[in-house]
Nanobody
Framework: QLQASGGGLVQAGGSLRLTCVASERTYRSYGWFRQAPGKEREFVAAVFSGNRIYSQSVKGRFTISRDNARNTLYLEMNTLKPEDTAVYFC??????????????????WGKGTLVTVSS
């Protein structure tokens, strides 16, 4: 199971940190995705084997990290923009190289936490 938290309402330019606690550590890759109203779920960031990848829209503003001892995944979000408004989901899986940035590459999903960025 994955449990995400930390969403909320923040003004543009502000920061939030999302947390995702995993009940067990059985997957190689962990990621964050988001889904805005009326849009498809999109990739945000992932961490695997000590590597991190980001979508172009968040690169330089968001940082993904993982505390293996605590089975916890984080997403530090800085310089937030109104277009970052979405429900954010954490996910876990064993994706192959070409699916690390796609929802289909992940097997386990948390329920999501809402991030709202006001202008």
């Amino acid at each position: 199971q994955l449990q995400a938290s930390g969403g909320g309402l923040v003004q543009a330019g502000g920061s939030l940190r999302l947390t995702c606690v995993a009940s067990e550590r059985t997957y190689r890759s962990y990621g964050w995705f988001r889904q805005a109203p009326g849009k498809e779920r999109e990739f945000v960031a992932a961490v695997f084997s000590g590597n991190r990848i980001y979508s172009q829209s968040v690169k330089g503003r968001f940082t993904i990290s993982r505390d293996n001892a605590r089975n916890t995944l984080y997403l530090e979000m800085n310089t937030l923009k109104p277009e970052d408004t979405a429900v954010y989901f954490c996910a876990a899986g064993n994706p192959i190289l070409t699916t690390r940035d796609t929802p289909g590459g992940y097997r386990l999903w948390g329920k999501g936490t809402l991030v709202t960025v006001s202008s």
